[in-house]
């Protein structure tokens, strides 16, 4: 069975710090790896996808990396912003089924 | 593009009453179609998924079950609710890539 980790559980920062989350899984035999951002109360909203081919992944202030045979992935969000405050889950994909972390809620001072 | 529906957004049901929670999915045939519950600052626990009309996996014994009469549509449901049940309900649906949710049901029972 798939365990999927995050650490940290929660992260605060000052706005413009760049933000390290952390994520880890106990089976490295998966497609692939997604992070999605939750707003308080709301549904998942996909981030980034890693496929289990590459190793890292852009999107503007974000990215992305995936060492599959140690079973990490990083998220870096550069130069933070309080309207990243939210709770960030990585989601590992094996066959059909999406595995969750527990996630990372972070909280960006203005 | 496709865009998943998911209704009620809240619901407050009393202990032993029926539920039903509905989801569609649009721009998409035969997608992979999945249930997830999170408890408060938690993951998500994945209770059901399909991968075809009519064809149901669950992943934990409960007091839920799952139901796809349709292609894009996938139905939660409950004959009698407990208070275990309380919780953020999620629908997604997942390409040969990349998943997608809904916006999620808030149930509170009472």
């Known amino acids: 069975k798939q365990e999927v980790t995050q650490i940290p559980a929660a992260l605060s920062v000052p706005e413009g710090e760049n933000l390290v989350l952390n994520c880890s899984f106990t089976d490295s035999a998966i497609y692939n790896l997604q992070w999605f951002r939750q707003d308080p109360g709301k549904g998942l909203t996909s981030l980034l996808l890693i496929q289990s081919s590459q190793r890292e992944q852009t999107s503007g202030r974000l990215n992305a990396s995936l060492d599959k045979s140690s079973g990490r992935s990083t998220l870096y969000i550069a130069a933070s912003q309080p309207g990243d405050s939210a709770t960030y889950l990585c989601a590992v994909a094996n066959d059909y089924k999406l595995s969750f972390g527990a996630g990372t809620t972070v909280t960006v001072r203005a | 593009s496709q865009t998943i529906h998911q209704w009620p957004a809240t619901l407050v049901q009393p202990v032993g009453s029926p539920l039903s929670l509905e989801c569609t999915v649009e721009?998409?045939?035969?997608?992979?179609l999945y249930w997830y519950r999170q408890a408060a600052g938690r993951g998500l626990q994945l209770l059901f998924y399909s991968v075809g009309i009519g064809q149901i996996s669950s992943e934990v014994p409960q007091n839920l079950s799952a139901s796809r009469p349709q292609d894009r549509q996938f139905i939660l449901s409950s004959k009698k609710l407990l208070l275990s049940d309380s919780g953020f309900y999620l629908c997604?649906?997942?390409?040969?890539?990349?998943?997608?949710f809904g916006q999620g049901t808030r149930l509170t029972v009472v």
């Open positions: 997604a649906w997942k390409s040969r890539v990349e998943a997608f």
């Open positions: 721009g998409t045939s035969n997608p992979n």
